[in-house]
Nanobody
Framework: QLQLVESGGGLVQAGGSLRLSCAASGRTFRMYNMGWFRQAPGKEREFVARIVWNGGNTYYSDSVKGRFTISRDNAKNTVYLQMKSLKAEDTAVYYC????????????WGQGTQVTVSS
């Protein structure tokens, strides 16, 4: 079992910054591709960013590209999402997730952390 715990969410004004963390435990972390997703009230969960196991490749949704940065520190078993220039539409519960099987799907999820951006 892989356990993922997000932290760092909170209330911030538009234009501000937050850094989310996802701490992993329970299984080997370094070999997993990781991603961040978010879900706003009344909306479906959407992809935000992903990073490969060695941190050498990242990809972002168009809505956050240029503002968010995903990174990982395998030595600390932690994935980060640095969010800058936050907008009201970024308000959502943010989840980190891992790809732990050859299916390529995100199959391990954290509990989520709330990010609220006031306008």
């Amino acid at each position: 079992q892989l356990q993922l715990v997000e932290s760092g969410g909170g209330l911030v004004q538009a234009g501000g910054s937050l850094r989310l963390s996802c701490a992993a435990s329970g299984r080997t972390f370094r070999m997993y591709n990781m991603g961040w997703f978010r879900q706003a009230p009344g909306k479906e969960r959407e992809f935000v960013a992903r990073i490969v196991w060695n941190g050498g490749n990242t990809y972002y949704s168009d809505s956050v590209k240029g503002r968010f940065t995903i990174s990982r520190d395998n030595a600390k078993n932690t994935v980060y999402l640095q969010m800058k220039s936050l907008k009201a539409e970024d308000t959502a519960v943010y989840y980190c997730a891992a790809v732990t099987t050859s299916l390529g799907k995100y199959d391990s999820w954290g509990q989520g952390t709330q990010v609220t951006v006031s306008s």
